[in-house]
């Protein structure tokens, strides 16, 4: 009878995890050093409700006040169906007052805009509302990018760039607003070669800060040398929740922390699916996924604490 379990690739993969396993690493994982790198640390990608696309486990205020309790600094909320900036105020304040109830620092409520079919798509205007409402964040089309129309087997869907592959005149009166205002933009759901064009195009322009969501995620997946030229280019490169808790990318993941220029790497969880954990359970259950794997504490610091920070938050040359 056929033994799945002694397949040689099966068996390569299995003889290495188990190695770490039980490599002495996990043991060595202490509450408080994960607790002082959640301390400050911030998720730059949550899906929360209300979104009229997906169902979602947890609201937006909830979100705030479970972070206020782990000392988290901020939180990005990213809204496929509707901009999340314009409700940032109304959730910065519940968390507000729950965090002088507590005696906590309130954890900062970040918004912005996704430029889906529900506000346009590539449209100025909607960047300009983001911003009066202080949003941060402009991420490209994500569900409706024609790249994700693409990988779905369908047709349509919002492009970045003309049939020449030059970027969109839009766009580009887009990324000169994100420029001007200092907000950061989102790469989302474009194939390898929209990103690198828009990153350069980006860059010429003046935009100062970028991400990239979920590079390793299957509607935009990119290669781990991808990633680094990217990350050389000057986007930070995001690790996703949902990819760490992946056996089969967990070596991928790796890879990348050893490979990615480390002052590039960032996190953002991805979450709050049905089935999933909570973002803040989250948070804490990657980073002793990685302790365990053996990735540094000082990598770990700027990899949730100290790159996300200086993305959203400090002045940039």
């Not at 948070?283 to 959203?312: A, C, D, H, S, Y």
């Amino acid at each position: 009878m056929y033994e799945k379990s002694l397949d040689p690739d099966i068996l390569q993969v299995a003889r290495v995890r188990f190695q770490r396993l039980l490599g002495g690493k996990h043991f060595e994982i202490k509450k408080e050093n994960v607790d002082q790198l959640i301390s400050g640390s911030i998720d730059l990608h949550i899906h929360a409700w209300p979104d009229a696309y997906v169902a979602r486990q947890h609201s937006e205020i909830e979100i705030g006040r479970r972070a206020t309790d782990a000392g988290m600094r901020a939180v990005v909320f990213k809204c496929h169906s509707t901009p999340s900036a314009g409700r940032t105020p109304l959730v910065q304040e519940a968390v507000d007052e729950y965090a002088g109830h507590a005696g906590k620092p309130a954890t900062q409520i970040v918004g912005g805009v996704v430029l889906n079919y529900c506000v346009g798509g590539i449209n100025p205007h909607a960047v300009e509302t983001c911003a009066k409402f202080g949003g941060r964040y402009v991420w490209l089309p994500s569900v409706h990018a024609s790249h994700h129309f693409l990988v779905q087997g369908k047709e349509g869907g919002i492009p970045v760039l003309d049939d020449r592959k030059r970027v969109l005149p839009a766009l580009k009166e887009v990324l000169k607003i994100i420029a001007e205002k200092d907000m950061v933009l989102g790469l989302a759901h474009q194939s390898a070669e929209e990103r690198f064009l828009v990153v350069q195009e980006s860059k010429d322009i003046g935009v100062k800060r970028i991400s990239a969501d979920h590079p390793q995620g299957l509607v935009n997946k990119l290669t781990v040398e991808q990633m680094k030229e990217m990350a050389e280019m000057g986007v930070s490169m995001c690790i996703q929740n949902q990819t760490i808790f992946s056996h089969e990318l967990n070596d991928e993941t790796l890879e990348m922390i050893e490979k990615v220029p480390v002052d590039r790497l960032v996190y953002g969880s991805d979450l709050t699916q049905w089935g999933a954990v909570h973002p803040v359970d989250g948070i804490r259950m990657v980073i002793e996924i990685l302790m365990k794997f053996g990735v540094p504490e000082e990598t770990l610091r700027k990899i949730f604490v100290e790159n996300p920070n200086q993305l959203l938050f400090e002045a940039l040359n």
